[in-house]
């Protein structure tokens, strides 16, 4: 009986050593392993909202002209509430055609309005600020400024050929629809940056995109452009007037501007 009952004993000890191992050794083991690293709860995570899509709110002519801020190409910033007194011109230009290839009536009738300004003192006479804003970042509108006096010798070597004679059928419809088009000759000396009217930068397309006006596809081109549009808000910062391209060679002359202006100022 003692026999047995210390063999018990000892096969009861030698269990309850082998247990104590055991747990040593997993413990060992837990504690050798690299650390899992548990992704953080969504709550935890850095909150990354995207930026919200700009969606077009259409503005209603007779209804104020909602407020804005761009910065200028020429140096600072515009708030359209800062020029209250005062009639306000916008003109948005298309700039893109075609890939690296600039809209040519957009380049005339900016020079144009600059031609007029300096012979006819626009802006005095019609108490109007001049703004041109442009769906673009600063080094892209400074590439269209230097693209101008090059645009313009183009435009006078289409309508002007050495030798119309020598010209295929196709290039005398070209001439004479340059012709037709850009009746006046205008020049700029190459380097020359022309810019008489603020310019305001649209890098981030708010302006453009809240007015429904920049495309990436329009009259035939894919391109990130604006549609060429012309906005008049008077002095009191209601819109008065809006037109809107249904293709790029319809927009209104400067001389039907100047009637609508002198409406607005009760001019006859």
């Given at each position: 009986?003692?026999?047995?009952?210390?063999?018990?004993?000892?096969?009861?000890?030698?269990?309850?050593?082998?247990?104590?191992?055991?747990?040593?050794?997993?413990?060992?083991?837990?504690?050798?392993?690299?650390?899992?690293?548990?992704?953080?709860?969504?709550?935890?995570?850095?909150?990354?909202?995207?930026?919200?899509?700009?969606?077009?709110?259409?503005?209603?002519?007779?209804?104020?002209?909602?407020?804005?801020?761009?910065?200028?190409?020429?140096?600072?910033?515009?708030?359209?509430?800062?020029?209250?007194?005062?009639?306000?011109?916008?003109?948005?230009?298309?700039?893109?055609?075609?890939?690296?290839?600039?809209?040519?009536?957009?380049?005339?009738?900016?020079?144009?309005?600059?031609?007029?300004?300096?012979?006819?003192?626009?802006?005095?006479?019609?108490?109007?600020?001049?703004?041109?804003?442009?769906?673009?970042?600063?080094?892209?509108?400074?590439?269209?400024?230097?693209?101008?006096?090059?645009?313009?010798?183009?435009?006078?070597?289409?309508?002007?050929?050495?030798?119309?004679?020598?010209?295929?059928?196709?290039?005398?419809?070209?001439?004479?629809?340059?012709?037709?088009?850009?009746?006046?000759?205008?020049?700029?000396?190459?380097?020359?940056?022309?810019?008489?009217?603020?310019?305001?930068?649209?890098?981030?397309?708010?302006?453009?995109?809240?007015?429904?006006?920049f495309q990436t596809e329009w009259n035939g081109?894919?391109?990130?452009?604006?549609?060429?549009?012309?906005?008049?808000?008077d002095a009191n910062g209601v819109l008065q007037?809006?037109?809107?391209?249904?293709?790029?060679?319809?927009?209104?002359?400067?001389?039907?501007?100047?009637?609508?202006?002198?409406?607005?100022?009760?001019?006859?």
């Amino acid at each position: 009986m003692i026999n047995k009952k210390k063999a018990t004993i000892l096969v009861a000890a030698l269990v309850v050593l082998a247990v104590a191992a055991i747990i040593i050794l997993f413990q060992g083991q837990a504690a050798a392993e690299p650390q899992q690293t548990v992704p953080a709860r969504p709550a935890q995570q850095a909150q990354t909202t995207p930026q919200a899509e700009v969606r077009p709110n259409p503005v209603v002519v007779g209804q104020p002209m909602p407020d804005f801020t761009l910065p200028v190409y020429q140096g600072g910033s515009l708030s359209l509430s800062s020029l209250r007194g005062k009639n306000v011109l916008i003109l948005f230009p298309r700039g893109y055609a075609a890939e690296n290839y600039w809209c040519t009536i957009c380049n005339y009738r900016y020079v144009e309005l600059a031609e007029l300004e300096k012979a006819k003192k626009i802006r005095e006479k019609y108490n109007v600020e001049i703004l041109v804003v442009f769906p673009y970042p600063q080094d892209i509108v400074k590439a269209w400024l230097e693209a101008l006096p090059g645009q313009l010798e183009s435009v006078r070597n289409t309508k002007n050929p050495a030798d119309p004679s020598k010209l295929d059928e196709k290039g005398k419809l070209r001439m004479e629809r340059f012709r037709q088009l850009f009746p006046a000759d205008y020049s700029l000396e190459k380097g020359t940056i022309l810019a008489p009217f603020p310019i305001l930068v649209d890098g981030e397309r708010k302006l453009s995109k809240g007015l429904g006006l920049f495309q990436t596809e329009w009259n035939g081109s894919k391109v990130d452009q604006n549609i060429p549009s012309v906005y008049i808000i008077d002095a009191n910062g209601v819109l008065q007037f809006k037109y809107l391209g249904q293709n790029t060679v319809d927009r209104p002359g400067y001389d039907y501007l100047f009637k609508v202006l002198e409406v607005i100022n009760g001019q006859k």
